[in-house]
């Protein structure tokens, strides 16, 4: 039985000179929730609408279970973008019963269906109000219940989480993480990277059209540059600047985070530490995704 997973091939995408997309590579399999970040204009949305059929690749592959992504598999996609796509004048139910007509259900399964994602999401009660009346956090619930009305096979995301507070955030979690409990591939992207890097099994930081870094945060934290945090209480501002092999990433109130180069001597910045007074705290810190992040996209 061919694996459930969805490949996105080396795929490349120009618009005259510009390039937005150059051999993107990556795939997201069966229970995953991959996380897809980088700056406006890295080329995220463009590989997830050439994913989706939207925009045709100009050359490499999107395939699903090891077959091209064609217009029957994308019936059992789930998709919502980034700049949504709801009819604003048209009421939630019946939209809802629309797209799921539209994705194959019949009228019964669809009104059932739309009666259960509004009932989990949180807007039952708005069912009858056209989508313009909603707040934008209760369109972005719609849309949601909009890309599981169909109880898709794949979910990609195109930042699901803008725009919402954190009870609707905690929803959204829920419902994406129930979904990988089945075995359903899940991509979504973020600006959001504390959200990412709690939520997400898989990491792919994309820059300039190419994916730059790919794999588990603890995979991608291991690659980065050793850091620690040491607190000084008495230390004078700057007093690590000047340490070999050291640079100063944050100081504040006498606590300060350095990045060692490789050979530098953490034992020399603990003696130097130690020399200006006593030190309550001296560790290993783990970057974060947001360090990785810059670390990655700025180098």
């Known amino acids: 039985m061919t694996t459930p997973r969805l490949e996105i091939d080396r795929i490349s995408k120009r618009y005259g000179e510009v390039v937005a997309l150059e051999e ?18 890295a080329g995220k949305t463009t590989a997830m609408r050439i994913a989706l059929g939207v925009l045709a690749a100009d050359s490499g592959q999107v395939r699903w279970r090891g077959s091209p992504v064609d217009f029957d598999t994308r019936r059992r996609i789930g998709y919502m973008p980034e ?15 629309y797209l799921a007509r539209l994705h194959g259900l019949s009228k019964a399964a669809a009104r059932a269906a739309a009666d259960s994602w509004t009932e989990r999401l949180g807007v039952a009660a708005r069912r009858n109000d056209p989508v313009e009346k909603l707040s934008l956090g209760n369109q972005q619930r719609v849309q949601l219940a909009a890309a599981l009305i169909h109880d898709p096979e794949v979910l990609v995301l195109d930042e699901p989480f803008s725009g919402l507070d954190p009870v609707a955030v905690d929803v959204m979690s829920g419902v994406l993480t129930e979904n990988t409990a089945r075995g359903v591939p899940v991509i979504f992207s973020s600006h959001q990277l504390e959200l990412v890097e709690r939520l997400c099994d898989r990491v792919g930081i994309v820059a300039a059209g190419r994916m730059v870094a790919c794999g588990t945060v603890d995979e991608l934290r291991s690659g980065g540059p050793s850091q620690l945090l040491v607190h000084a ?6 007093w690590a600047n000047r340490l070999p092999g050291v640079r100063v990433v944050s100081s504040d109130d006498g606590r300060a985070v350095l990045e060692l180069e490789a050979g530098a001597d953490d034992q020399a910045v603990l003696a130097a530490a130690a020399a200006t007074g006593p030190v309550h705290e001296f560790a290993p810190r783990r970057p974060s995704l947001t360090d990785l992040f810059r670390e990655v996209v700025t180098g």
Request: aromatic share 10%; glycine share 18%.
């Open 83 to 97: 700049e949504r796509g709801l009819y604003p004048k048209m009421k939630v139910g019946e939209q809802l019963v």
């Open 24 to 41: 993107m590579a990556f795939d997201v399999r069966a229970g995953e929730l991959f996380g897809f970040v980088g700056s406006n204009g």
């Open 233 to 238: 209480p008495a230390a004078a501002p700057g």
